[in-house]
């Protein structure tokens, strides 16, 4: 990955993660612009390849993430910043920052989980969850708490992880 393209990336999800840790939310002028960015400089650096490249990856995204929206699993904010770093870091990188970010994810959810003493009414709503979508039903139809709006659902600034996985990425692949 061209260092332009790693500036870009490094700028773009940590404003997102700061912005997610302090106000909760991920803004859509820094998600637009991050896509714009991830577009525009791809095509710069490698023309068409590049715009293919681009594309290809903001859709690898949001072929993962937009599922996640719609069952009330994830913050839209989530899903257009997951986008712009598809368009910024191409589909095989993105695939890379994904995988670190559920690394991340995880390993934050089980400490939460934890420290909330909730290992057992989280363990129901994984069964809850798989049951219901297995059924092709809303697991938020079911339970309110499963909504990532409820005040009651446990819930992690996905913003912070996506930049934690981000910058992991680029750190192992500079030295692998």
Known sequence: MPILIQVVLIAVVLTAGIYD?????IPNWLNLSGII?????????FE???LEEASLGLLCALAVYV????IRGM????????????AIAGPANWL???????????????????????FHQTCLNLILILVELSRCRLPAQRD?????HNSEALRIPHGALIATGSIAF???????
């Open 21 to 25: 840790l302090r106000y909760r939310r």
């Open 170 to 176: 680029l750190l192992f692949s500079a030295v692998a």
């Open 48 to 50: 068409g390849h590049g």
């Open 75 to 86: 913050g839209a904010g989530d899903v257009k910043l997951m986008a712009a770093v598809g």
């Open 144 to 148: 309110s708490r499963l909504d990532i």
């Open 96 to 118: 890379g920052i994904f995988i670190a970010t559920a690394f991340f994810g995880g390993f934050v959810a089980l400490v939460i989980v934890a420290v909330k003493k909730r």
């Open 37 to 45: 960015l991830g577009l525009g400089i791809n095509t710069l650096l």
């Open 67 to 70: 599922p996640l929206y719609l």
